[in-house]
């Protein structure tokens, strides 16, 4: 429980990130680039598969475990485990190949901590369509799941399930969290993209309202009276 509350915490604390690689870093995902992309098939089904795997094990064998054992030690490490797997699996291969996204973090020579949260150049060209979509499909809908399992947990006072939700939800919402950074940008947080969505919209509107009083009063000039 100690070592992705860690992760988590580091992820959500760092204030201070560092931007998407410049121009001289290396690319990563040159080699996995295939010259018989089809948009129709799957460039990296394998990889697809196991984005898919773990997760799905991990989930069901939360809803069915009384099925194998008996034993609630048994179950908790055995999800945990695939858990686990599931969170490294997406952050060092799956997201590097099926979206082009990679985050990660190294410590500078003064000891300091740093999120990388990176995007591949000219990525676009290179995702398949279909695989994008079952990679964020799933990167999302898995936390909406296990809060939903957190809900029932915590109202049914399932104490020793719940300790297991939590694990659950550290990890997934995670990498959820590092390839939305990846996705936007480091320049800008999750929450800033939704206040500049908000504000163009109210500027745009104001300018629209503004202009159409004008072009009114331009068209029907007041005319006075005596």
């Known amino acids: 429980m ?11 604390s760092s204030s201070a990130t560092v931007p998407l690689l410049e121009d001289e870093t290396l690319e990563f995902g040159d080699e996995d680039v295939d010259p ?3 948009k129709g098939a799957l460039t990296h089904p394998y990889v697809t598969f196991f984005h898919l ?3 799905c094990s991990a989930l069901f064998g939360y809803l069915f475990y009384r099925i194998f054992t ?5 179950s908790f490490v055995v999800i945990v485990l695939l858990l686990s797997m599931d969170f490294w699996t997406v952050k060092n291969i799956t997201g590097r190949l099926m979206v082009g996204l990679r985050w990660w973090n190294y410590v500078d020579d003064e000891g300091k901590s740093h999120w990388v949260f990176e995007s591949r150049k000219g990525q676009q060209s290179r995702i398949n369509e279909r695989e994008s979509a079952i990679f964020w499909t799933a990167l ?3 936390p909406i799941v296990w809060i939903l399992f ?4 915590l109202f049914s006072f399932n104490i020793q399930w719940l300790l297991l939700v939590m694990i659950a939800l550290i990890l997934s919402s995670s990498n959820l969290y590092g390839y939305m950074k990846c996705k936007i940008g480091t320049n800008q947080s999750v929450s800033s993209v939704t206040k500049n969505f908000f504000r163009t919209q109210v500027l ?5 309202i503004v202009s159409r009083q004008a072009t009114n009063s331009f068209e029907n000039p007041p005319q006075n009276t005596v």
């Open 204 to 208: 745009q509107n104001a300018v629209s």
């Open 2 to 12: 100690v070592v992705p509350a860690l992760i988590f915490y580091g992820i959500m």
């Open 140 to 142: 999302i809908l898995t």
């Open 53 to 55: 795997a773990f997760r």
């Open 70 to 74: 008996s034993s609630f030690i048994t």
């Open 36 to 38: 018989s992309y089809k």
């Open 150 to 153: 957190f809900i029932t947990a």
